[in-house]
C-alpha cells in the first residue's frame, strides 16, 4: 500500500509539470457531460470553476498553472480573465494596449482586481516572469518573446501555480478556438449580440455576448450567418 501511494503521488506530479488536469479519482463516476449540463465527479482544487454550459468544453474546469493557448477571437482571453475575475483571481494584462474594458466590466471582470501595462517594448520576458509571480492570471498581448523565453516561462507559470493567458502558444497546456458564429440586430440597423462557439479537444459550447454582458447562447431565427456560413 505505502509503495501505491508513492506511485500515485509521482503521478500527480507529474501530471502538474506537464499542465493536466488531476480529478480526484475517487469522487469522479464518469468522464462525461450529463443531461442539465452538470458533470458527474468534482472538479479538483487545482481548477477554476466554470459554468455549467461550458463543462463540455472544460469538464475538469479550467487549469490554475500553465499556459492556455487561445486561437481565433481575442474575446476569448478577456472572456476567460472575466471567469478568473469572478473567483478573485488578480489579473495583469501585459502588452494589450486595445482590450475593450466596458466589453470587459459587463463580461464580468472585476477592474479592482486588474492591472494593465499596455506596451512591453523591451525585456518582455522579464517583465512577464515578474507579473507570474504577482498574480494570479497573466493575460499575454504583444510581448515579444522567442522559443526558449517561452518555455522558460510555461515551466515559471507551472511551479508558480500562475495562468498564462496568450493567443497561439505553441506547446501550451491547453488549446482553446474560439470562433465568431454570427451576429444579431443587422436588421435593425444595430449589432445587439454576438454569438461565438468555444471549442477544446474535450468538446465545445457556445456563448452570446450582448449589452448586458453575456450568457449561453441559444440559437433562434435572428442569426445572420458570418462567412458565408449559415448558423
Not at 85 to 103: H, K, M, N, R
Request: net charge neutral; charged share 25%.
Amino acid at each position: 500500500m505505502d509503495k501505491l501511494a508513492t506511485a500515485r503521488k509521482a503521478l500527480a506530479a507529474a501530471e502538474m509539470r506537464a499542465g493536466l488536469r488531476v480529478v480526484r479519482a475517487q469522487e469522479v463516476q464518469a468522464q462525461e457531460v450529463q443531461a442539465g449540463g452538470t458533470l458527474s465527479g468534482e472538479v479538483a482544487s487545482d481548477a477554476f470553476s466554470v459554468p455549467s454550459h461550458l463543462v463540455a468544453a472544460l469538464p475538469h474546469g479550467l487549469i490554475r498553472r500553465g499556459v492556455v493557448s487561445v486561437e481565433g477571437s481575442p474575446f476569448l482571453l478577456t472572456f476567460l480573465a472575466a471567469l478568473l475575475s469572478g473567483q478573485e483571481a488578480w489579473i495583469a494584462f501585459l502588452g494589450a494596449p486595445d482590450v475593450g474594458w466596458a466589453c470587459a466590466e459587463r463580461l464580468g471582470l472585476d477592474m479592482g482586481r486588474v492591472v494593465a501595462v499596455p506596451r512591453i517594448e523591451a525585456q518582455g520576458a522579464r517583465v512577464v516572469s515578474a507579473a507570474i509571480d504577482g498574480f494570479d492570471a497573466v493575460v499575454l498581448g504583444d510581448v515579444s518573446l522567442d522559443a526558449r523565453e517561452r518555455r522558460v516561462l510555461h515551466r515559471r507559470a507551472m511551479s508558480k501555480g500562475a495562468l498564462l493567458l496568450a493567443m497561439n502558444w505553441p506547446q501550451a497546456s491547453v488549446g482553446m478556438r474560439c470562433r465568431l458564429v454570427g451576429v444579431r440586430g443587422l436588421e435593425e440597423g444595430h449589432i445587439s449580440g454576438v454569438d461565438y462557439e468555444i471549442a477544446t479537444r474535450w468538446g465545445s459550447a457556445s456563448v452570446r455576448y450582448e449589452r448586458d454582458g453575456w450568457e449561453p447562447a441559444r440559437y433562434e431565427g435572428d442569426l445572420r450567418a458570418v462567412g458565408g456560413r449559415a448558423s
